[in-house]
C-alpha cells in the first residue's frame, strides 16, 4: 500500500452512524468491498452517500479503517486517516498518538504517473522513456503534499509542495512560496507564513511568520517542548523562536530565541531588571525581543505597540 485517499473522514460519529459502521466493518483496518460499502450506504447522511456512492460497484476492492479508540499507528490506512484528520481540520495538532506513523509510511516516489514506490523508480523511468513518456519526479518522501488529497476552505498555497499532508491550515491562511507547514503542525488562521512550521508548532489566529523565519520543532532539535504561538505575535524575517510564546509577542529580524538564550528584562524606564535564559519566559505575553545593537545583548521588553497586520492582505485570504 503506497497511499490512502479518505475524501470525506468521519470524527466522532453519532450514536446512529457509530451503530451502522460498527454492524458493516470490523475494528481496525480491514479489506472489504464496493458490496459492503453499498450495504451501508442507506443509513449514511446524505453528503456521505452521494460522495461514496460511485465506490459501490460490487467487486470494488476497497479498504476500511475504524478507530474505537485513539493509540500508536499500525499500518499505512491508518496513517492516512489521521494525517487526513488534521488536514480537514478534524483534530489539532498534537491530540493525536502518531507513534509509529515513520516506520507505517513507506518512502514513495510522488510522480505525475502517481505513486510510485522508491525502490521502482528507476524501471519506472526506464519503461515510460521506452514508451516516449516522461515521468515527472515531485518528491521521494514518506508525506505527500496535502492539495493532492485536501484542499481546506479558505487557505491560499503559492508553493503546494512545501505543504505536508497531515498540516492544519485555518481559514484565512495564506502560505507564501518559501512558507513550509510541516505534518501536525499548522495555523489556526488568519495567518501569513512566510518561513517554517515545524512539526508540532501551532500559531494562533493574526500570527505571522516572516520570510526565511523558523519555529523549533521536537524532531531533530532532541528536546520535548511544544513550541506554539499566541494570537497577534510576529516572527520577523530570518528570526525564530525555540520557546512557546503567548500573545502580541515580537521577535525582531534576524533574532532567533533557544531555551538558553540568555535574555535582559528592560523595565519600562529602560532600566535593566534581571538576566533570564528564555525557557523562563516561556509561554510569557506581550514580550518584544530584539538585540542592542551595540553590545549585541538580546533584550526583551513590554510589548506595548499592538500587532498590524496588513488588514488589506488579510482581508483577502
Same mark, same amino acid.
Given at each position: 500500500?503506497?497511499?490512502?485517499?479518505?475524501?470525506?473522514?468521519?470524527?466522532?460519529?453519532?450514536?446512529?452512524?457509530?451503530?451502522?459502521?460498527?454492524?458493516?466493518?470490523?475494528? *481496525?483496518?480491514?479489506?472489504?468491498?464496493?458490496?459492503?460499502?453499498?450495504?451501508?450506504?442507506?443509513?449514511?447522511?446524505?453528503?456521505?452517500?452521494?460522495?461514496?456512492?460511485?465506490?459501490?460497484?460490487?467487486?470494488?476492492?476497497?479498504?476500511?479503517?475504524?478507530?474505537?479508540?485513539?493509540?500508536?499507528?499500525?499500518?499505512?490506512?491508518?496513517?492516512?486517516? +489521521?494525517?487526513?484528520?488534521?488536514?480537514?481540520?478534524?483534530?489539532?495538532?498534537?491530540?493525536?498518538?502518531?507513534?509509529?506513523?515513520?516506520?507505517?509510511?513507506?518512502?514513495?516516489?510522488?510522480?505525475?504517473?502517481?505513486?510510485?514506490?522508491?525502490?521502482?523508480?528507476?524501471?519506472?523511468?526506464?519503461?515510460?522513456?521506452?514508451? *516516449?513518456?516522461?515521468?515527472?519526479?515531485?518528491?521521494?518522501?514518506?508525506?505527500?503534499?496535502?492539495?493532492?488529497?485536501?484542499?481546506? #476552505? *479558505?487557505?491560499?498555497?503559492?508553493?503546494?509542495?512545501?505543504?505536508?499532508?497531515?498540516?492544519?491550515?485555518?481559514?484565512?491562511?495564506?502560505?507564501?512560496?518559501?512558507?513550509?507547514?510541516?505534518?501536525?503542525?499548522?495555523?489556526?488562521?488568519?495567518?501569513?507564513?512566510?518561513?517554517?512550521?515545524?512539526?508540532?508548532?501551532?500559531?494562533?489566529?493574526?500570527?505571522?511568520?516572516?520570510?526565511?523565519?523558523?519555529?523549533?520543532?521536537?524532531?531533530?532539535?532532541?528536546?520535548?517542548? #511544544?513550541?506554539?504561538?499566541? +494570537?497577534?505575535?510576529?516572527?520577523?524575517?530570518?528570526?525564530?523562536?525555540?520557546?512557546?510564546?503567548?500573545?502580541?509577542?515580537?521577535?525582531?529580524?534576524?533574532?532567533?530565541?533557544?531555551?538558553?538564550?540568555?535574555?535582559?528584562?528592560?523595565?519600562?524606564?529602560?532600566?535593566?531588571?534581571?538576566?533570564? +535564559?528564555?525557557?523562563?519566559?516561556?509561554?510569557?505575553?506581550?514580550?518584544?525581543?530584539?538585540?542592542?545593537?551595540?553590545?549585541?545583548?538580546?533584550?526583551?521588553?513590554?510589548?506595548? +505597540?499592538?500587532?498590524?497586520?496588513?488588514?488589506?492582505?488579510?482581508?483577502?485570504?
Amino acid at each position: 500500500m503506497l497511499d490512502c485517499f479518505f475524501p470525506q473522514p468521519v470524527f466522532h460519529p453519532d450514536t446512529e452512524l457509530t451503530a451502522l459502521l460498527s454492524r458493516q466493518f470490523k475494528p *481496525g483496518t480491514q479489506s472489504t468491498s464496493g458490496a459492503a460499502l453499498a450495504a451501508c450506504l442507506p443509513g449514511l447522511p446524505t453528503g456521505l452517500q452521494s460522495l461514496l456512492s460511485p465506490l459501490a460497484e460490487p467487486d470494488r476492492k476497497l479498504v476500511s479503517v475504524l478507530l474505537l479508540e485513539d493509540g500508536p499507528i499500525t499500518g499505512t490506512a491508518e496513517a492516512y486517516l +489521521k494525517l487526513h484528520l488534521l488536514s480537514h481540520r478534524l483534530c489539532l495538532p498534537n491530540s493525536q498518538d502518531l507513534g509509529g506513523i515513520f516506520a507505517h509510511l513507506p518512502t514513495v516516489a510522488w510522480t505525475s504517473d502517481g505513486p510510485i514506490l522508491a525502490d521502482e523508480l528507476t524501471a519506472a523511468l526506464l519503461t515510460a522513456r521506452l514508451a *516516449g513518456r516522461h515521468i515527472e519526479v515531485h518528491s521521494v518522501d514518506k508525506f505527500p503534499r496535502m492539495s493532492n488529497y485536501v484542499v481546506p #476552505k *479558505g487557505i491560499r498555497i503559492a508553493d503546494a509542495s512545501r505543504v505536508r499532508l497531515g498540516a492544519f491550515l485555518g481559514d484565512g491562511t495564506t502560505v507564501m512560496h518559501e512558507g513550509q507547514v510541516n505534518f501536525n503542525s499548522g495555523t489556526l488562521g488568519p495567518n501569513m507564513v512566510e518561513g517554517r512550521i515545524s512539526q508540532g508548532v501551532i500559531l494562533g489566529a493574526d500570527t505571522d511568520l516572516g520570510g526565511g523565519a523558523s519555529t523549533m520543532g521536537t524532531l531533530s532539535g532532541g528536546g520535548t517542548i #511544544k513550541v506554539s504561538l499566541g +494570537k497577534n505575535c510576529l516572527v520577523g524575517a530570518n528570526a525564530g523562536t525555540g520557546i512557546p510564546l503567548g500573545d502580541r509577542c515580537t521577535i525582531e529580524a534576524g533574532l532567533y530565541i533557544t531555551a538558553s538564550t540568555p535574555v535582559t528584562l528592560i523595565d519600562e524606564h529602560g532600566d535593566i531588571v534581571r538576566i533570564v +535564559k528564555a525557557r523562563e519566559l516561556a509561554g510569557g505575553s506581550d514580550m518584544l525581543f530584539v538585540r542592542n545593537g551595540l553590545n549585541g545583548q538580546v533584550q526583551c521588553r513590554t510589548n506595548r +505597540k499592538a500587532i498590524a497586520l496588513n488588514e488589506a492582505l488579510h482581508a483577502n485570504n
